[in-house]
């Protein structure tokens, strides 16, 4: 692990790896830990960044929302320090909200968008005023009860009952998230932007993934985006639910690891 002073905040990634590099942006609320059979795969071949997302891990919380804009000039900011001008971009589910805004701002650090069990639109009424009350549940009782709710929606049924190791390791991402920046990340993707009518502007080589049985951001989102983003592939993902790369760890290594080498020919 390393550790970088950025924008008045102190960010721990991961850097492993020589190759085009390749940064990888987790969800909510995991940390860079959640990539590390993609981080062990992908550096054989390639310069692999996995940050902490701001507020999660071990990257410093703000008390203001931690907006995915935010996110995403942390991550800009990064990749400047270390000398990284372009990268394949991957995100999952927050990590992709925070890749597509990274892309709208800064479309030249990324020469490839991978956007993995994610959504293109904003929250809704309804949706926005949960996560205030998750928020506040968050920072009052920590992160427990949050862990407990999410667990069911996260996994494919059969991931919860079949592999506990999974389950295990969701819940402990979940656990070690400081309340404090699972409440800004709540309140930063309440405020999320509806990037829907930016896709059909997106022209880097994009790969879509999602889990079959993903309930949080149903295939339904990955087809829009398919639709919307021109000549971009997509790959569903049998068996898996929300957090694809580890229900369903060796297929989406071989969708990630064959996307990114056909990026090189
Ligand atoms: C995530 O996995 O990053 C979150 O479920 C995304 C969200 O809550 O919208």
Redo the contacts with the bound molecule.
């Keep these: 692990m390393a550790k970088a002073s950025i924008r008045g905040i102190e960010i721990g990634y991961d850097e492993v790896g020589t190759g085009t590099p390749v940064v990888l942006l987790?969800?909510?609320?995991?940390n860079r830990s959640m990539w590390s059979e993609q981080i062990e795969v992908l550096s054989a071949r390639h310069r692999v960044l996995a940050p902490d997302l701001r507020g999660h891990g071990e990257t410093s919380a703000t008390t203001q929302p931690a907006t995915m804009e935010e996110m995403a000039k942390d991550v800009a900011e990064l990749m400047e320090k270390l000398n990284i001008s372009r990268a394949a971009v991957c995100g999952?589910?927050?990590?992709?909200?925070v890749a597509l805004a990274l892309y709208r701002m800064f479309p030249l650090r990324a020469r490839a968008l991978v956007l993995a069990?994610?959504?293109p639109g904003p929250?809704t009424e309804e949706?926005r005023a949960n996560?205030e009350v998750q928020a506040k549940k968050a920072l009052e009782e920590g992160m427990a009860g949050i862990a407990d709710a999410?667990l069911p929606?996260?996994l494919a049924p059969n991931t919860v009952a079949k592999n506990p190791g999974a389950v295990a390791r969701v819940r402990d991402m979940m656990l070690k998230t400081k309340p404090e920046g699972a409440a800004a990340?709540?309140r930063g993707?309440a405020q999320?932007r509806d990037q829907t009518s930016f896709l059909s502007r997106v022209v880097a080589p994009a790969l879509i993934v999602v889990g079959s049985e993903d309930m949080?951001?149903p295939v339904s989102e990955s087809e829009l985006m398919h639709r919307e983003i021109g000549g971009s592939r997509l790959k569903v993902i049998e068996g898996a639910g929300?957090?694809s790369n580890i229900e369903q760890t060796e297929n989406f290594n071989h969708v990630l690891s064959t996307f990114l080498r056909d990026l090189e020919v």
Aim: no cysteine; proline share 4%; aromatic share 10%.
């Design positions: 987790h969800g909510y609320p995991f999952l589910s927050m990590g992709g909200y069990d994610t959504r929250d949706a996560r999410m929606k996260l990340a709540l993707m999320r949080i951001t929300h957090v």
